[in-house]
């Protein structure tokens, strides 16, 4: 057995038994708009426009555009992709406010980052940097002079073999030390899962691509190291102005054109959405067992949307939130993430 799947699982394990429950969190991004944008938590059972229960916000927290963030347990940290900062702003997880960062990670060459995945067992952040590469740094680096420990490169050009071309929404899957990413072809842009070992570095293949008509347009995906599963976010359009996404779910095994185990779609799960808004990102939440998918607005804040679902739930089922509005983002939501609120309580908050 791997060292990393030890790591991976204790890690994961921890977190859970850490807290019975934890809230939904998520931020978003509006650059043409000042102030910054900020981090929200909203209650388990809130539902429609409720107002969040907490919020990192203000012009100390400089956050620009935090559309993906990760929830380090271990370390009681938020780690936020700054997509409009270019920047990797890390926050205390139960901080409210208008707080500073701890720290702030903004080399020239991340870019504008996207999603990220901190795992202090092994002292490392590895992020999608200018939306092209997957990049590697110590955990607790900042500033902007930090070298990268890897980088795995893009895939375009006579010679690129990582498939690599615009990719989104990262997870790291402890039992095969994998990396992987959502992205699209060049030229045909067929979309398709890459997965890359996490020691990768440089112009370097995939270890297994999934692709196929499962994973068309999708957008999102989302890890249950437990279940060994993997939630992609895909969506459908007969006449591109009207939308329907699903939720396909594979084994975290997967590769090639496997089909998905079941997915969750159809019209009671409130995932219609029109040519005005657009899948954003998809998150777990392994302590409430909930599935959260977000619908971002193009335009129009009040249409906003993160529909969660049982973790369990498959077919045409019905959500068990939806939050919709401008509470969320008064620009586009990001993707939702979870973090304990139990361990707020204890750390002086309330509800």
Known sequence: MRIQHLFGIALILSSISGAAHAELMVGGSMP????????????ANAQGAAAPIRQIVGAATQLD????????????????SDYWGQAIRVFP?????????????????LGQPRGNVPIAALDELIVIAGNCCIYTYPLHASGS????????SWGGGSSGVTQLNNPDSLIWIPQTDELAVVDYDFGNFAAKIVFHSRLSDGNAMPTRVLKS???ANASGVAHDPLQHKLYVLTFTTEDNLAFNAQVR?????ASG???PLYSIEGPATGLAYTFQQYPTGIGLDLRLQRLMVSIGANGDPTTNRVVSFDLAASGNATPVQVLTGTSLSSGTVGAPFAVPIDTIFA???DN
């Open 249 to 253: 779910v594979f084994a975290d095994s």
């Open 93 to 109: 997880a139960f901080a409210s406010g208008n707080i500073a960062p701890l720290r702030v990670l903004n080399p020239a060459i």
């Open 213 to 215: 008509a499962h994973t």
């Open 65 to 80: 555009g935090p559309s993906n963030i990760s929830y380090e347990p271990s370390e009681g940290l938020l780690y936020v």
């Open 145 to 152: 002079s930090v070298n990268r420990i890897r980088s795995i």
């Open 32 to 43: 043409t708009l000042p102030g910054g944008h900020p981090i929200s938590q909203f209650a």
């Open 347 to 349: 750390n002086g908050f």
């Open 257 to 259: 054109s496997d089909a």
